[in-house]
């Protein structure tokens, strides 16, 4: 069975950086989609992150020029490297992935790693 591991939430201050990294096991698609998700309190959980077999990525207007997204198939590992956090960016964290195109919509997704917090403070 697939199985995402998300690592790397923390707690940080304005300005500061964290990677997230999500380790992929048991994933077979030759074609495939992964995305970062994210969730704070209240909130719907809303796409911020894609990146799919061939290397393509997409971003959230609320993160573009802030997030990279990139993934290393020989230790089948995505990564989100964040810069420039702000407390806006405070959420539960989640890599996803589908087989297929990417979508924008969490609802397409169908495996889901159990998250990492990521903390931002003023």
């Known amino acids: 069975a697939e199985v995402l591991a998300e690592s790397g939430g923390g707690s940080v201050e304005s300005g500061e950086s964290l990677r997230l990294s999500c380790l992929v096991s048991?994933?077979?698609?030759?074609?495939?989609?992964m995305g970062w998700f994210r969730q704070a309190p209240g909130k719907e959980r809303e796409g911020v992150a894609f990146i799919d077999s061939d290397g393509s990525t997409s971003y959230a207007d609320s993160v573009k020029g802030r997030f990279i997204i990139s993934q290393d198939n020989a230790t089948n590992t995505a990564y989100l490297q964040m810069t420039s956090l702000n407390p806006e960016d405070t959420a539960m964290y989640y890599c996803?992935?589908?087989?297929?195109?990417?979508?924008?919509?969490?609802?397409?997704?169908?495996?889901w790693g159990q998250g990492t917090q990521v903390t931002v403070s003023s």
């Open positions: 048991g994933y077979t698609y030759s074609r495939y989609c």
């Open positions: 996803a992935t589908r087989a297929g195109d990417c979508y924008l919509a969490a609802s397409w997704y169908n495996i």
